[in-house]
């Protein structure tokens, strides 16, 4: 079965793909959930998983030994869908299901219940879920909050971790031109006394002048940069890192 790629499943594949997530090392904190999930719903298995075009993939899965499945086959991209806990008591008897061969087949699903990652934009990316080879009832409302609660964490973690990635990636995208702008400076600085140093008659010191306030004026730009960056950093930071930031650079004060 091909996955239809509407605007809206589109939008929501872009999304996924911002958190740079798919197809990363497990990681201490998305495994602890998992094993969290288990201990408390008591399943064999649990899973955190995210849903791209054609696959449901894991980024923490505990009694389960794949990977990733075939999204045709995938139970989380059907509890992705919904606005809250999906579940299913009995796998074996729901005709939406009965066939499919992860039920015929291991690790033999019979109970399943998932709960939606959302992303901050309002996208389901995929779910969290508890899985066993049993049948059982449906959960309780205690229950169902405990595991929306469980997502609610994962999502808000894989959000921090975006935030992250994103704010690395500004740093060093203005760190790349800060050094630029610094050697194109030395560059300027350099040729200036070496003409000085040559003492040419056709350099004048109009000239000699100019090559130092060029030099001066890319130093303003780069200082610029540098300044707009931090800026745009102050309604980003509680007030009190922002000031710590502040005072890891001498001399420095916006």
């Known amino acids: 079965m091909q996955t239809v790629i509407d605007d809206t499943e589109a939008a929501r594949l872009t999304e996924l793909e911002s958190y740079g997530i798919m197809d990363t090392q497990p990681e201490l904190q998305f495994d602890t959930i998992v094993a969290l999930a288990r201990s408390l719903f008591d399943t064999p298995m649990a899973a955190i998983t995210l849903v791209d075009h054609d696959r449901q993939w894991f980024k923490a899965r505990a009694g389960m030994d794949s990977s990733q499945t075939a999204r045709e086959d995938s139970f989380c991209s059907h509890a992705m869908e919904s606005n809250g806990i999906f579940i299913i008591p009995d796998a074996s008897q729901d005709p939406r299901f009965a066939n499919n061969p992860l039920v015929l087949g291991e690790p033999n699903i019979r109970f399943y219940a998932g709960a939606p990652l959302r992303s901050p ?7 969290v879920c508890i899985i066993s080879p049993k049948p059982r009832d449906e959960l309780s409302g205690a229950d169902s909050k405990k595991l929306e609660i469980l997502a609610s964490i994962v999502s808000n973690e894989m959000e921090l971790k975006r935030q992250t990635q994103n704010a690395h990636k500004m740093l060093f995208d203005k760190d790349f031109a800060l050094r630029e702008a610094h050697y194109r400076i030395k560059n300027s600085l ?5 003409m000085a140093e040559v003492q040419s008659a056709e350099i004048s010191t109009e000239q000699l002048a100019a090559f130092a ?42």
């Open 121 to 127: 934009s309002g996208h389901n990316l995929g779910a």
């Open 190 to 194: 350099d040729y200036a006394n070496l």
């Open 213 to 254: 306030l060029a030099a001066w004026k890319q130093y303003t730009e780069a200082g610029g940069v540098l300044i707009s960056s931090i800026k745009s950093l102050r309604g980003r930071m509680p007030a009190v890192d922002y000031k710590k930031l502040l005072e890891m650079m001498p001399g420095f004060a916006i």
